[in-house]
DNA sequence: ATTCATTAAATTGTCGACAATATTGGCCTG
DNA sequence: CAGGCCAATATTGTCGACAATTTAATGAAT
């Protein structure tokens, strides 16, 4: 028995696809009766799937006015990172603290995963599209605080992703990253929390200030901005 | 001009206090027809304002069986005590470091508002219901990160609000906690981060702690938990 | 030509009706 | 009497139509 998807549940995550991908793109408009005939839904589905999409402050609505795709901005990406170098370095102190063995495992073979990857991949700008966000995802599951799971996972996550396909966001330094990756996991797996939360916070520090060289001080190119964190 | 304000707006605002103060007890179903019945509107507005109590977490719902309010627990609670200690100890280094003379003016008369309060009050179960809120909401809009904003005033402060009225929370150290506010704002005044982010998590956490021990360790009495941060 | 008022078109807000699903209660069977 | 099946009922999901509001287009006046 499969939980049953309600049409503005599927329409949600198309409409997050599209996004995404830039088919809508980044402040323009929603308008209903051209997503209804595109999509084949009526508008009160449409419109609870645009309320799911403002939930995540992925789209922003005005009363008579209608709903935009948010407008991005090195400023308002620079506060995700705050945000996430603050909750992330408690996740990962939580999960130092209560993390099941079932979880370490899940966890060594991500990396596993991750490391195979970046052998097999030629370009260094490679893997990490969802494999990083999938590494600290499963950290803040592991700190087993749902409330910090659904801030971070249900909320930042998504605008996390929105910037790193609309910048094209590669990284720089990924086997910096993934390495730091790895002292995470040890740190964590020996229960070290106060280290575990330090490496953390440091690594998603580092995403922070690499993009903020990169579009602060001279933003020529920013298709090779920070994404490992 | 005034923004106008929709059927759902003004609903969704309902809602929120019936529920705070209990005419829709905890736990309890959130029926489609009855509601749409008592606020005299449709069920499709209906619809909307329950789903932006689903977004600030005041309300779950399944598919095709209907929303409940939330079930409160301890536990979650805690989560969130923790959640906010991180955050609010970032929202106040952020403060001191970009706070305006505006709001520096604005943040002590509401201190002087509370100590005022706090004088005229015989009992010592006394102000803070909405005070001691927006004593937080203010460091937290001083912070000028409108993300972490939104975390915390639009999903969390909800929760918590809902907490103190259905567990009657009272706080046990009032004057202790309205010195606390005072210490935060001087250091916020002098440009000190380090220590507006330390009294913040102190603070914070000793209001979890107070908890703690209200309800783990001999919880016969609820009504006379924290409340001060 | 520019600005403003007026009107026409399009879009969002709101509603009630129908369809699909879940829940309830009764009935049958073991 | 317990447990499961089936019909009846109620609730949620979905839709299309109408009303309110905003946006645009038009034209007149300065």
Do not use: W
Not at 47 to 63: H, M, S
Not at 65 to 73: F, H, M
Not at 104 to 111: A, F, N, P, Q, T
Not at 187 to 193: L, M, S, V, W
């Amino acid at each position: 028995m499969t939980t049953p998807v309600s049409i503005p549940e599927r329409l949600f995550e198309q409409l997050k696809s599209a996004i995404f991908d830039g088919d809508i793109p980044v402040g323009s408009k929603l308008s209903e009766p051209e997503l209804a005939r595109d999509y084949q839904v009526s508008r009160g589905a449409l419109r609870e799937a645009i309320g799911r999409l403002e939930a995540c402050r992925l789209v922003t609505r005005k009363t008579n006015v209608g709903a935009r795709v948010v407008e991005l901005s090195v400023e308002n990406l620079l506060e995700i990172f705050q945000v996430r170098e603050s909750l992330e370095g408690m996740a990962a102190r939580l999960a130092a603290q209560f993390i099941t063995a079932d979880e370490i495992v899940r966890l060594e073979s991500l990396l596993e995963t991750h490391a195979h990857d970046i052998e097999s991949s030629e370009n260094q700008a490679y893997f990490q599209k969802e494999g990083d966000l999938d590494f600290h995802y499963s950290i803040v599951q592991a700190s087993h605080n749902t409330t910090l799971f659904n801030l971070l996972c249900n909320d930042l996550y998504q605008l996390v992703r929105l910037y790193r396909y609309q910048f094209g966001m590669r990284s720089q330094r990924a086997k910096q990253a993934f390495s730091e990756h790895r002292h995470i996991v040890a740190a964590i797996k020996r229960g070290d929390g106060e280290m575990a939360e330090h490496i953390m916070r440091a690594h998603i520090r580092a995403s922070r200030e690499s993009v903020e060289r990169i579009f602060i001080h001279e933003s020529n190119d920013p298709l090779a901005a920070e994404v490992n964190a």
